[in-house]
Protein backbone atom coordinates (compact mmCIF):
# COMPACT_ATOMS: atom_id res chain seq x y z
CA UNK A 1 0.00 0.00 0.00
CA UNK A 2 1.70 3.36 1.34
CA UNK A 3 5.22 1.45 1.60
CA UNK A 4 4.85 -0.37 -1.79
CA UNK A 5 3.58 -3.43 -0.04
CA UNK A 6 0.31 -5.59 -2.19
CA UNK A 7 -1.88 -6.01 0.62
CA UNK A 8 -4.97 -8.72 0.27
CA UNK A 9 -7.45 -8.64 3.02
CA UNK A 10 -10.11 -10.89 4.03
CA UNK A 11 -13.56 -10.72 6.09
CA UNK A 12 -16.52 -12.26 6.25
CA UNK A 13 -18.16 -8.60 7.36
CA UNK A 14 -20.97 -11.00 9.94
CA UNK A 15 -23.28 -8.81 12.16
CA UNK A 16 -21.71 -9.10 15.22
CA UNK A 17 -22.33 -5.49 15.33
CA UNK A 18 -23.31 -3.06 12.04
CA UNK A 19 -21.74 -4.36 9.27
CA UNK A 20 -22.20 -0.54 7.82
CA UNK A 21 -19.19 0.21 9.77
CA UNK A 22 -17.46 -2.47 8.54
CA UNK A 23 -18.04 -1.59 4.95
CA UNK A 24 -17.06 2.40 5.78
CA UNK A 25 -14.06 1.23 6.70
CA UNK A 26 -13.22 -1.10 4.08
CA UNK A 27 -13.69 1.70 1.25
CA UNK A 28 -11.06 3.85 2.87
CA UNK A 29 -9.01 1.00 2.35
CA UNK A 30 -9.75 0.21 -1.11
CA UNK A 31 -8.91 4.06 -1.97
CA UNK A 32 -5.10 2.45 -2.41
CA UNK A 33 -3.73 1.21 -5.59
CA UNK A 34 -1.99 -1.59 -3.31
CA UNK A 35 -5.23 -3.18 -1.71
CA UNK A 36 -7.28 -6.02 -2.71
CA UNK A 37 -10.48 -7.72 -0.36
CA UNK A 38 -12.21 -11.28 -0.74
CA UNK A 39 -15.39 -11.98 1.30
CA UNK A 40 -14.46 -15.00 3.09
CA UNK A 41 -15.32 -17.40 6.53
CA UNK A 42 -11.37 -18.32 7.69
CA UNK A 43 -13.33 -20.96 8.97
CA UNK A 44 -13.81 -22.08 4.91
CA UNK A 45 -10.99 -24.20 4.15
CA UNK A 46 -11.49 -24.86 0.55
CA UNK A 47 -11.99 -21.12 -0.03
CA UNK A 48 -8.78 -20.45 2.08
CA UNK A 49 -6.51 -22.96 0.23
CA UNK A 50 -8.13 -21.26 -2.80
CA UNK A 51 -7.27 -17.76 -2.07
CA UNK A 52 -3.68 -18.73 -0.99
CA UNK A 53 -2.87 -20.71 -3.92
CA UNK A 54 -3.93 -17.20 -5.79
CA UNK A 55 -1.22 -15.57 -3.96
CA UNK A 56 2.37 -15.87 -3.31
CA UNK A 57 2.09 -14.62 0.57
CA UNK A 58 5.17 -14.18 2.32
CA UNK A 59 3.33 -12.74 5.69
CA UNK A 60 0.22 -13.42 6.95
CA UNK A 61 -1.46 -10.76 9.59
CA UNK A 62 -4.60 -12.51 11.14
CA UNK A 63 -6.88 -9.92 13.07
CA UNK A 64 -9.83 -11.73 12.35
CA UNK A 65 -11.63 -13.23 15.31
CA UNK A 66 -14.96 -13.60 17.12
CA UNK A 67 -14.57 -10.81 20.05
CA UNK A 68 -16.24 -9.52 23.14
CA UNK A 69 -16.01 -11.45 26.35
CA UNK A 70 -19.65 -11.30 27.36
CA UNK A 71 -20.71 -12.51 24.44
CA UNK A 72 -18.78 -15.48 24.31
CA UNK A 73 -20.71 -16.51 27.26
CA UNK A 74 -23.89 -16.77 25.37
CA UNK A 75 -22.71 -17.82 22.10
CA UNK A 76 -19.47 -20.24 22.66
CA UNK A 77 -19.95 -21.87 19.26
CA UNK A 78 -19.76 -18.54 17.04
CA UNK A 79 -16.13 -18.33 19.06
CA UNK A 80 -14.61 -22.02 18.42
CA UNK A 81 -15.43 -21.83 14.65
CA UNK A 82 -14.09 -18.54 14.52
CA UNK A 83 -10.91 -18.45 16.92
CA UNK A 84 -9.90 -21.80 16.92
CA UNK A 85 -11.21 -23.33 13.62
CA UNK A 86 -10.89 -20.33 11.65
CA UNK A 87 -7.09 -20.61 13.34
CA UNK A 88 -6.42 -23.97 12.25
CA UNK A 89 -7.37 -23.05 8.93
CA UNK A 90 -5.16 -20.45 8.90
CA UNK A 91 -2.17 -22.27 10.12
CA UNK A 92 -2.42 -25.39 7.75
CA UNK A 93 -2.41 -22.88 4.91
CA UNK A 94 0.83 -21.17 5.78
CA UNK A 95 2.57 -24.02 6.39
CA UNK A 96 1.07 -25.86 2.80
CA UNK A 97 1.82 -22.52 0.75
CA UNK A 98 5.35 -21.63 2.52
CA UNK A 99 4.48 -18.31 4.55
CA UNK A 100 7.85 -16.94 6.00
CA UNK A 101 6.14 -15.60 9.13
CA UNK A 102 2.15 -15.66 10.84
CA UNK A 103 1.39 -12.54 13.09
CA UNK A 104 -1.79 -13.04 15.01
CA UNK A 105 -3.77 -11.83 17.38
CA UNK A 106 -4.12 -12.63 21.19
CA UNK A 107 -5.64 -10.93 23.87
CA UNK A 108 -5.13 -9.64 27.36
CA UNK A 109 -7.90 -11.58 28.36
CA UNK A 110 -6.04 -14.77 27.98
CA UNK A 111 -4.45 -13.87 31.71
CA UNK A 112 -7.13 -14.99 33.71
CA UNK A 113 -7.62 -15.51 37.52
CA UNK A 114 -4.42 -13.58 38.49
CA UNK A 115 -3.97 -11.68 41.23
CA UNK A 116 -0.14 -10.63 40.18
CA UNK A 117 0.31 -7.09 38.05
CA UNK A 118 1.34 -6.58 35.39
CA UNK A 119 1.06 -9.18 33.47
CA UNK A 120 4.09 -10.96 31.75
CA UNK A 121 4.46 -13.00 28.79
CA UNK A 122 6.25 -15.90 30.59
CA UNK A 123 2.91 -16.04 33.31
CA UNK A 124 1.49 -19.16 32.74
CA UNK A 125 -2.17 -18.16 31.50
CA UNK A 126 -4.06 -21.14 32.41
CA UNK A 127 -7.15 -20.03 33.93
CA UNK A 128 -9.48 -18.08 31.22
CA UNK A 129 -12.45 -16.43 33.01
CA UNK A 130 -14.34 -16.55 29.66
CA UNK A 131 -14.92 -18.46 26.61
CA UNK A 132 -13.57 -16.00 24.36
CA UNK A 133 -10.26 -15.97 26.75
CA UNK A 134 -10.06 -19.67 26.06
CA UNK A 135 -10.59 -19.87 22.65
CA UNK A 136 -7.69 -16.96 22.16
CA UNK A 137 -5.17 -19.16 24.28
CA UNK A 138 -6.08 -22.25 22.90
CA UNK A 139 -5.03 -19.94 19.52
CA UNK A 140 -1.69 -19.43 20.89
CA UNK A 141 -0.87 -22.62 21.77
CA UNK A 142 -1.78 -23.96 17.93
CA UNK A 143 0.89 -21.43 17.05
CA UNK A 144 3.11 -22.95 19.37
CA UNK A 145 2.00 -26.36 18.26
CA UNK A 146 2.73 -26.11 14.68
CA UNK A 147 5.71 -23.76 15.51
CA UNK A 148 6.78 -27.09 16.97
CA UNK A 149 6.26 -29.69 14.00
CA UNK A 150 6.81 -27.71 10.97
CA UNK A 151 8.54 -24.97 11.52
CA UNK A 152 6.32 -21.88 11.07
CA UNK A 153 7.50 -19.05 12.82
CA UNK A 154 4.55 -16.98 14.05
CA UNK A 155 4.25 -13.81 16.81
CA UNK A 156 1.17 -13.60 18.88
CA UNK A 157 0.35 -10.05 19.95
CA UNK A 158 -1.69 -9.85 23.48
CA UNK A 159 -3.64 -6.79 23.19
CA UNK A 160 -4.63 -4.33 26.10
CA UNK A 161 -7.84 -2.71 25.77
CA UNK A 162 -7.59 -0.76 22.36
CA UNK A 163 -9.59 2.13 21.63
CA UNK A 164 -9.57 4.97 18.87
CA UNK A 165 -10.93 6.27 15.71
CA UNK A 166 -13.26 3.58 13.81
CA UNK A 167 -13.23 1.13 16.95
CA UNK A 168 -15.81 -1.86 17.40
CA UNK A 169 -19.19 -0.51 18.81
CA UNK A 170 -19.00 -3.13 21.68
CA UNK A 171 -15.88 -1.61 23.25
CA UNK A 172 -15.69 1.01 26.05
CA UNK A 173 -15.19 3.99 24.20
CA UNK A 174 -18.02 3.67 21.71
CA UNK A 175 -20.60 2.49 24.14
CA UNK A 176 -19.90 4.96 26.41
CA UNK A 177 -19.31 7.87 23.83
CA UNK A 178 -22.53 7.23 22.43
CA UNK A 179 -24.62 7.96 25.97
CA UNK A 180 -22.79 10.74 26.75
CA UNK A 181 -24.04 12.43 23.70
CA UNK A 182 -27.36 11.40 23.74
CA UNK A 183 -27.50 13.00 27.22
CA UNK A 184 -28.34 9.44 28.71
CA UNK A 185 -26.21 7.80 31.82
CA UNK A 186 -23.17 5.95 31.12
CA UNK A 187 -23.71 1.83 32.94
CA UNK A 188 -21.11 0.75 34.47
CA UNK A 189 -21.03 -2.90 35.45
CA UNK A 190 -19.27 -3.11 38.85
CA UNK A 191 -17.75 -0.78 40.72
CA UNK A 192 -16.10 1.22 38.10
CA UNK A 193 -12.88 0.79 39.81
CA UNK A 194 -11.57 -1.80 37.11
CA UNK A 195 -7.88 -1.43 36.10
CA UNK A 196 -7.21 -1.02 32.29
CA UNK A 197 -4.02 0.05 30.00
CA UNK A 198 -6.33 1.68 27.45
CA UNK A 199 -3.95 1.66 24.78
CA UNK A 200 -4.38 4.53 21.55
CA UNK A 201 -4.99 2.54 18.17
CA UNK A 202 -2.12 4.75 16.84
CA UNK A 203 0.13 2.86 19.19
CA UNK A 204 -1.44 -0.56 18.48
CA UNK A 205 -0.74 -0.45 14.67
CA UNK A 206 3.03 1.11 15.58
CA UNK A 207 3.77 -1.70 18.23
CA UNK A 208 2.09 -4.04 14.96
CA UNK A 209 4.67 -2.66 12.47
CA UNK A 210 7.59 -2.82 14.60
CA UNK A 211 7.40 -6.55 15.21
CA UNK A 212 5.84 -7.30 11.19
CA UNK A 213 9.27 -5.23 9.75
CA UNK A 214 11.13 -6.62 12.77
CA UNK A 215 10.27 -10.02 12.47
CA UNK A 216 11.27 -12.78 15.23
CA UNK A 217 14.29 -11.56 16.83
CA UNK A 218 17.36 -13.79 16.44
CA UNK A 219 17.78 -16.59 19.37
CA UNK A 220 14.10 -16.79 20.57
CA UNK A 221 11.92 -19.37 20.02
CA UNK A 222 9.66 -19.67 16.68
CA UNK A 223 6.47 -19.35 18.45
CA UNK A 224 7.07 -15.89 20.37
CA UNK A 225 4.54 -13.94 22.52
CA UNK A 226 4.27 -9.88 22.84
CA UNK A 227 2.19 -7.99 24.80
CA UNK A 228 0.94 -4.58 23.16
CA UNK A 229 -0.48 -1.91 25.53
CA UNK A 230 -0.24 1.44 27.15
CA UNK A 231 2.00 2.43 29.93
CA UNK A 232 -0.89 4.13 31.63
CA UNK A 233 -2.75 2.21 34.90
CA UNK A 234 -6.41 3.78 34.60
CA UNK A 235 -9.52 2.80 36.66
CA UNK A 236 -12.44 2.66 34.23
CA UNK A 237 -14.31 5.68 36.58
CA UNK A 238 -11.65 7.81 35.28
CA UNK A 239 -11.55 6.56 32.15
CA UNK A 240 -15.35 8.23 31.84
CA UNK A 241 -15.13 10.82 33.24
CA UNK A 242 -11.85 11.85 30.87
CA UNK A 243 -14.10 11.09 27.80
CA UNK A 244 -17.05 13.02 29.20
CA UNK A 245 -14.51 16.15 29.65
CA UNK A 246 -12.84 15.66 26.29
CA UNK A 247 -17.02 15.66 24.99
CA UNK A 248 -18.00 18.62 27.10
CA UNK A 249 -20.43 16.76 28.91
CA UNK A 250 -21.21 15.75 32.56
CA UNK A 251 -20.88 12.13 32.91
CA UNK A 252 -23.66 10.34 35.15
CA UNK A 253 -23.15 6.92 35.81
CA UNK A 254 -25.53 4.00 36.82
CA UNK A 255 -24.17 1.13 38.03
CA UNK A 256 -25.13 -2.67 37.32
CA UNK A 257 -23.66 -5.75 38.58
CA UNK A 258 -20.70 -6.77 37.13
CA UNK A 259 -21.23 -9.91 34.66
CA UNK A 260 -19.05 -13.03 34.65
CA UNK A 261 -16.01 -13.49 32.49
CA UNK A 262 -14.60 -9.79 33.05
CA UNK A 263 -10.73 -9.36 35.12
CA UNK A 264 -10.20 -7.11 37.72
CA UNK A 265 -7.53 -5.31 35.99
CA UNK A 266 -5.52 -5.85 32.82
CA UNK A 267 -2.02 -3.95 32.90
CA UNK A 268 1.14 -5.12 30.71
CA UNK A 269 5.02 -5.92 31.19
CA UNK A 270 5.82 -4.37 27.82
CA UNK A 271 9.56 -4.99 28.68
CA UNK A 272 9.94 -7.42 26.00
CA UNK A 273 8.63 -5.07 23.44
CA UNK A 274 10.93 -2.66 24.26
CA UNK A 275 13.99 -4.57 24.51
CA UNK A 276 13.29 -6.62 20.62
CA UNK A 277 11.79 -4.02 19.12
CA UNK A 278 12.87 -0.43 20.83
CA UNK A 279 8.87 0.19 21.23
CA UNK A 280 7.49 2.11 23.82
CA UNK A 281 3.66 3.65 23.44
CA UNK A 282 3.62 7.20 23.23
CA UNK A 283 -0.04 8.43 23.19
CA UNK A 284 -1.37 9.70 26.33
CA UNK A 285 -5.01 8.72 27.52
CA UNK A 286 -6.05 12.52 26.73
CA UNK A 287 -4.63 12.76 23.46
CA UNK A 288 -5.86 9.16 22.26
CA UNK A 289 -9.55 10.35 23.26
CA UNK A 290 -9.50 13.54 21.87
CA UNK A 291 -8.56 12.23 18.56
CA UNK A 292 -11.23 9.60 19.32
CA UNK A 293 -14.12 12.00 20.16
CA UNK A 294 -13.24 14.53 16.25
CA UNK A 295 -13.65 11.08 14.68
CA UNK A 296 -16.69 10.17 16.52
CA UNK A 297 -18.65 13.25 16.03
CA UNK A 298 -17.35 13.40 12.14
CA UNK A 299 -18.81 9.46 11.95
CA UNK A 300 -21.65 10.16 14.09
CA UNK A 301 -23.03 13.81 12.28
Known amino acids: MSNGVDVVGVDNLNAYYDPALKHARLARLREHEGFSFHKLDLADEGGMHALFEAHEFTQVVHLAAQAGVRYSIEAPQQ ?56 TKRAGELLAY ?57 DDAVRGTL ?55 ATLPDMSAMRRDFGFEPSVDLEDGLAEFVRWFRGYSA
Open 79 to 134: YISSNVTGLTVLLECCVRHDVEHLLYASSSSVYGDTEKTPFSEVDAADRPRSVYAA
Open 145 to 201: SYARIHGLASTGIRYFTVYGPWGRPDMAAMKFAERLAAGKRVRVFGDGRQRRAFTCI
Open 210 to 264: AILEGGAPAGKPPAALYNLGSGEDVELLDFIRILGRTMDVEAEIEFAPEPPGEMR
